[in-house]
């Protein structure tokens, strides 16, 4: 099983990008985890898409489809998703059939306040139903106060390690029942 893992940030010390670093540590043998970085993706435009794809639209959208599932590290800006997120699923909406129909995907995200980031991610669930991705049923992943858990660009925090880590297997476990 080969997911993908998309950051809603493009900070270099993001803690959202750090959890999908930290997946790649939790995941069980035969399950890997591709991040495809999203600061190369031009801004949505109708009249550039008309073109054709740009290079990296081709790219992301291609990388959507090899893909057996997602895992979206959603960061809260203004107490929603964050402008590159909401860019990167305009993009990979387009087509027939869309590179997000159908697909199976998993949202998880950190901030440094209380909610970790809770809102951006009911937002972002509701974007991806209205684009016809299968996000999971399972819990949620809120990694509040992520400064204190996140050091140096690794999650530190052992309780939320084990949780993300026993999420991950609870997503991987939906991925094999949606596909078979
Ligand atoms: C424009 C902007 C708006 C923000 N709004 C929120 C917010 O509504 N809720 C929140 O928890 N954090 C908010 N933050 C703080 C972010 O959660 C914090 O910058 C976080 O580190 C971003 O994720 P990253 O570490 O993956 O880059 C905001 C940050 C910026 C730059």
């Not at 600061?39 to 081709?58: R, S, Y």
């Not at 992301?60 to 590290?73: E, H, P, S, V």
């Not at 998880?108 to 991705?133: C, E, F, K, N």
Request: aromatic share 6%.
């Amino acid at each position: 099983m080969n997911l993908l893992g998309v950051s809603g940030s493009l900070r270099a010390a993001s803690f959202n990008t750090t959890l999908l670093h930290a997946a790649q540590d939790l995941l069980p043998d035969g399950v890997s985890l591709t991040i495809h970085r999203l600061h190369d993706l031009p801004l949505f435009n109708a009249d550039v898409e008309a073109e054709g794809d740009p290079p990296a639209v081709t790219a992301w959208k291609d990388a959507i489809r090899a893909a057996d599932g997602i895992l979206f590290a959603c960061p809260e800006y203004n107490a929603g998703i964050t402008g590159v997120l909401k860019n990167a699923i305009d993009w990979a909406s387009r087509g027939s059939p869309a590179p997000l129909t159908g697909q199976i995907a998993c949202i998880v995200g950190a901030s440094p306040g209380m909610t970790g980031s809770a809102r951006a991610q009911d937002q972002l669930r509701l974007i991806l139903r209205r684009t016809l991705t299968r996000v999971a049923p399972l819990g949620e992943v809120l990694v509040f106060q992520a400064h204190t858990k996140i050091v140096d660009g690794q999650l530190t925090d052992e309780k939320t390690t084990a949780y993300f880590g026993a999420h991950l297997n609870a997503f991987i476990n939906e991925v094999r029942r949606l596909r078979a």
